[in-house]
């Protein structure tokens, strides 16, 4: 009985002493508390979840600061996403009271300090998303816990305004744009004022993020306002270039707004769309996509009528590729999908993703057209002739369907991602650079299962394994994206640690060299890595159709 007791009392002293947790923080606003999760032995991890970074922002407005509490909040709920729209486009959910961030902070046998901080910029177009991502049951996407446990970093996720309210922009002055990329901003700079109180290192900051949110991690480097504010970044499947991340017509996207909800399109216009009913309004933007954002290929002004960063002449004093010296001591890691185009091209092209349908080369044709419009008959021929190139006579049908998910993907992801990779090489001082391919086959890939064989890694694939998903979840993966996921969480927190993806906490299966302007490396990221998972100069002849024969073709008016 005794031997019992003693057993018990050492059990029992064991399980407080797993225990360790920061309590109450103080912030710049109050005091917050979150909940302390154990995970094991000696292993917690402290979870904030609605911690405010900025007041309720005013409509049109840059976001200010927050004006404080008293007591002790308690962050153990997520907040609202910004207001934004239902998928079936017909109505509005969220909050205008949305700018809230959630930390996870693990600790070891004592309290943590000192740690290397993720700050996570969430994707959807610009369009949707929330802080927490998609959910299923308790279990949300874009929880922080298997990456800040397993990489013992802080992992921190924050919510920025989307759709109209985050990016209507009149083209001057009176709405100058770009709400959600100074929501993102005061984010960042509110973990860097206080993530110290946390344990984190304001030092040693990583923002991360994937498509828009992969773009939003672009601006934010690109921007002068960021000077300072974190010391590495990583851009999944989005950055600055890409086609749909920048809005070269404000002027007349705003227009189109006003027209959909009955105001003035002269002087009156801004004072009449900010006097509006926001839950109406954010339903205004629907005009702009006719699918999943990005716009796809089919809509006529892809490059223009999006609800998307713009040139302002503030947060972005001048066009992207003329920013990249802001970047020049920043840390940075970029890389695509190898088939980020595959949901995008099939919606353009129902036959793709069909076993039972033939895709017919006029389809790629049609594809093309779309995406070399400026440069009209003559540059979609040179276009068609480089991706046809290898079909011989007789092209199958998986030859024909991965040349269509080529085309999207070069177009919309990859070719802008290896031209910011390029600038930021080209302009670093201090700052490294790493570029990736990740071409793990999609899940959903097979025998018996909805999309061909040949389907590799789609739009947002990389996010469950970034997020520890196949650890999570375990019956829903196998050891083989276990490995995969341990991976990348490797190589993204010894970045974060170290500016080196090699070098940290955790062992990768192989070394990832720096992307140099002469050698142009990149690691091809999948499960069963080696060696050969170095790469050269990717897709050259393709970067090279779409960054300089293209554009040196005569452009015709659109
Ligand atoms: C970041 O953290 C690493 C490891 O703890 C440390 O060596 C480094 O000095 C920190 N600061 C910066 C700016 O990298
Ligand atoms: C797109 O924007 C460019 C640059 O502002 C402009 O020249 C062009 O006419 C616009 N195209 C459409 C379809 O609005
Ligand atoms: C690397 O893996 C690939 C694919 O699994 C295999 O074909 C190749 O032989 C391996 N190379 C080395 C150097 O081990």
Redesign the pocket.
């Known amino acids: 009985m005794d031997k019992l007791k003693t057993l018990f009392a050492a059990v029992l002293s064991l399980g407080m002493a797993a225990e360790a947790s920061l309590g109450v923080v103080q912030t710049e606003g109050g005091s917050v508390q979150g909940q302390n999760i154990p995970l094991g032995l000696y292993r917690s991890v402290d979870v904030f979840k609605g911690i405010p970074f900025a007041a309720k922002p005013g409509t049109f407005e840059k976001p200010k600061p927050h004006p404080g509490w008293n007591g002790i909040l308690k962050a153990t709920k997520f907040a609202q996403r910004c207001l934004q729209m239902s998928m079936l486009q017909t109505t509005s959910f969220g909050s205008e009271d949305c700018l809230y961030l959630n930390i996870w902070v693990p600790h070891g046998q004592k309290v943590s300090s ?1 740690l ?1 901080v993720m700050i996570w910029l969430y994707g959807g177009g610009f369009f949707v998303g929330g802080s927490m991502g998609p959910n299923f049951l308790n279990n949300y996407l874009y929880s922080g816990q298997e990456i800040a446990d397993k990489g013992n970093v802080i992992v921190v996720s924050v919510g920025y305004r989307v759709g109209t309210l985050g990016f209507l922009s009149t083209g001057d002055s009176r709405l100058p744009g770009n709400y959600g990329l100074w929501d993102q901003h005061a984010a960042i700079a509110w973990v860097n004022r206080n993530i110290r109180s946390f344990g984190g ?1 304001p ?2 900051i990583t923002i991360f993020g994937e498509s828009a949110g992969g773009a939003g991690v672009s601006f934010q480097t690109l921007s002068p306002h960021s000077k300072g504010l974190f ?1 590495r970044a990583i851009s999944q499947s989005g950055v600055a270039f890409c086609p749909w991340a920048l809005n070269r017509n404000p002027r007349k996207v705003a227009e189109e707004v006003c027209h959909s909800v009955g105001c003035p399109t002269d002087d009156r216009m801004a004072a009449c769309l900010k006097s509006l009913d926001v839950e109406e309004f954010s339903l205004s933007g629907h005009f702009s996509i006719s699918g999943t954002p990005p716009a796809v290929a089919s809509y006529p002004g892809v490059k223009n009528l999006s609800l998307s960063p713009v040139v302002d002449g503030d947060f972005l004093p001048d066009q992207p590729g003329n920013l990249f010296h802001n970047a020049a001591e920043i840390d940075y890691l970029a890389g695509v999908n190898n088939m980020d185009g595959y949901l995008f091209t099939s919606k353009d092209i129902p036959s793709l993703g069909d076993k039972n349908q033939d895709t017919l080369v006029e389809d790629i044709k049609r594809l093309l057209a779309a995406y070399t419009k400026e440069t009209g008959q003559a540059g979609l021929e040179i276009a068609f002739a480089e991706y046809s190139s290898n079909w011989g006579s007789t092209p199958t049908q998986t030859t024909i369907k991965t040349a269509a998910v080529d085309i999207g993907t070069d177009y919309l992801f990859l070719v802008p991602t290896q031209t910011a990779i390029v600038q930021h090489a080209a302009n670093a001082k201090s700052g490294r650079t790493y570029s990736y391919l990740l071409s793990e086959p999609s899940l959903l890939a097979g025998p018996g299962k909805p999309y061909h064989d040949w389907v590799g890694a789609d739009h947002a694939d990389d996010l469950q394994y970034v997020f520890g998903k196949p650890f999570t979840t375990p019956k829903a993966y196998g050891g083989r994206q276990r490995d995969l996921s341990g991976y990348i969480i490797a190589y993204w927190t010894n970045f974060a ?3 080196n993806p090699n070098k940290g906490n955790l062992k990768v299966p192989v070394t990832w060299p720096e992307f140099t302007s002469t050698g142009q490396q990149f690691l091809d990221i999948n499960a069963k890595m080696n060696a050969s998972s170095i790469g050269q100069e990717m897709r050259q002849r393709f970067v090279h159709l779409w960054t300089s024969t293209l554009p040196s073709l005569p452009s015709h008016a659109q």
């Open positions: 000192n290397p290192d030092d040693n010391k640690r170290t500016g």
